[in-house]
């Protein structure tokens, strides 16, 4: 089976083409071709991301893309006829989207039908602006090559997206098959979640933020300190300095939100209002004032986070981790899960760098697990839901 996915949850707009191999018992997954264009440095003005700039910048990039994943093959003026047949109902679907129907149906008009069995496009969660616009473009493409489509959950994506290594394109999943059930955590700039992972498809979020998520908390504590959006990277070289220097903390006590709570959840607004009230308090901070913020907002994100994911751990009788979201690019985030892991002797799996952030591969992975419950359909009516849950 092959899967193109299209990805335009939040200021990543990507494209994927992955093979799916389900001549062994366990599926192996193939990167065919992969486009992606980050939008982070148009939004860094904003000091985050845009909605209404991000819808606009999906359109504009999603046929560039398309051209660039070099998969659908350029063959002349064969497509013409497709063209004259669906050009009216491509034009209506992308009516919201200013210019997208005029490039594709230039594109289309000197591109052959690729060799795909199933588009798979992100509905959600993410900005419903961003989502629709890659619910149109797939569903025109769907109309137009008379391809079926499913809608995919973004967050099934992250949950996924450690089955395919970038060094290793065939990974097999029989080596996680007898750890269920596993625990997802997926942190990201957008999401903060603990899901039980019955298995692949069967899914219960038992615990998420009640405000801001990790990577937002670090980009809010980064502004607090004049830092550049996104800060998180920022916030993380300031915090592993001071570790490495030993600076010695003398003023500042920040709260660990939620941490003594009998839920799996998280709130991580409270710890930023927490640095802004300090860092008022302090006045005009030093370099190394700053590197104690950020050490101790550091600090008190991982003290919640591996106390959470240790009660899941245990309360649950987790077998294995599964860990997914930019934020794992946090290579102290990362060894401590590593250190909760073997403290529990169950196995961890992180995705590649490239797999973490936002990407349309995971969803593409993502799709092939949704096809086992969900039936393809041409141009089907799929709805943008922002704030789709991974619950059923
Ligand atoms: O998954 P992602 O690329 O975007 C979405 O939220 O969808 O994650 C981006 C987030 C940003 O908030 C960024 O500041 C954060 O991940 N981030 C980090 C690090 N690198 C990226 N946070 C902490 N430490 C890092 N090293
Ligand atoms: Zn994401």
Known sequence: MKILSIETSCDETALSVVEVNESTQDP????????LYSQAS????FGGVFPALAKREHARNLVPLLAELDYVQKLGDRSEEIVENTKKEVEDI?????????ALIEFISNHDKPDVDVIAVTSGPGLEPALWVGINFARALSLIWQIPMIPVNHMEGHIVSFLLHKNDTNTNIEELNASFPALAILISGGHTELVLVKNFGDYEVIGQTTDDAIGEAYDKTARLL??????GPHIANLAQQARGEGVENDWLKLPRPLLHSPDYNFSLSGLKTAVLYAVQKR????????????QEFEQSVVDVLIKKSRKAIEDYNIQSCIVGGGV??????????????????????????????????????AGYFTTKHTEPEICPDIVAQGNLSLNK
């Open 28 to 35: 192996t997954f193939d990167i065919l071709a992969s486009s």
């Open 42 to 45: 148009k939004h860094a003005e």
């Open 94 to 102: 992308l009516v919201r989207e200013p210019g997208l129907a005029e």
């Open 226 to 231: 004049d830092l550049p959006y996104p800060g």
């Open 283 to 294: 006045g005009d901070l030093s370099d190394n004032d700053k590197k104690i913020v950020a």
């Open 328 to 365: 794992i690019a946090n290579q102290f985030i990362r060894d401590n899960l590593q250190i909760l892991a073997d403290e529990q002797n169950i196995p961890i799996f992180f995705p590649t760098q490239e797999l973490s952030t936002d990407n349309a591969t995971m969803i593409a992975i």
